[in-house]
């Protein structure tokens, strides 16, 4: 049975990096395309990190999106069209998802397995996240959404996975995917954390 892996955790803590390890680690993962507002970031391309649409073009075709998120100044959404696709394809759907939406998309497909990536070490966290995006505003959202995460939106979650600067990529894939080969094969829920 084929189900749907999804990844959140907040600004900077690496889940495009996590998403493109997994799709390249198995051909039986395909990324779930997003779209959005926000302006391409260095080394993105259209169609393949997102699908880039204006602010005119998102609002112009809202109603093809189940889920749907204005963060940042920009609107991030999914199509279902584009996750029923990967499913009858018999792949495997990953994305990442904001954690303040997890909860329309667990709506639309229930049996996902949702991971959190969660940071280990905060001040390591904080310095990558200022290197990448420059903007204490956007650290001192990324702390809100780590803290709404313990407070509201935990629950919504199969796994925490705590990261840190010495996690080792193939260790970090061979235990998501072992995860997940679990997963897939029961019924119902679990839940734990690892490290």
């Not at 204005?70 to 990442?96: A, C, M, Q, S, T």
């Not at 905060?122 to 956007?138: A, P, T, V």
Request: hydrophobic residues 30%; aromatic residues 16%.
């Amino acid at each position: 049975m084929n189900k749907i892996l999804l990844i959140s955790g907040p600004s900077g803590i690496g889940k495009s990096y996590i998403l493109k390890k997994l799709i390249s680690s198995s051909s039986q993962y395909e990324a779930i395309l997003s779209t959005t507002t926000r302006e391409m970031r260095e080394g993105e391309s259209d169609g393949i990190d997102y699908e880039f649409l204006t602010r005119n073009e998102y609002v112009n075709s809202k109603q093809k999106f189940f889920m749907d998120n204005y963060f940042f100044n920009n609107f991030y959404g999914i199509k279902k069209k584009v996750v029923d696709d990967i499913l009858e394809k018999r792949k495997i759907p990953v994305g990442i998802i904001y954690t303040p939406v997890i909860h329309q998309f667990l709506k639309a497909y229930p049996d996902a397995l949702t991971i959190f990536l969660y940071p280990q070490n905060i001040d390591l966290w904080k310095e990558n996240l200022l290197k990448r995006d420059g903007s204490l505003d956007r650290y001192q959202y990324a702390l809100d959404e780590l803290s709404k995460w313990e407070n509201d939106y935990s629950r919504y979650y199969n796994k925490v996975y705590y990261i840190n600067s010495n996690n080792d990529d193939r260790t970090i894939i061979n235990e998501i995917n072992h995860y997940f080969d679990i997963y897939r094969d029961r019924e119902g829920s679990i839940k734990e954390e690892f490290h």
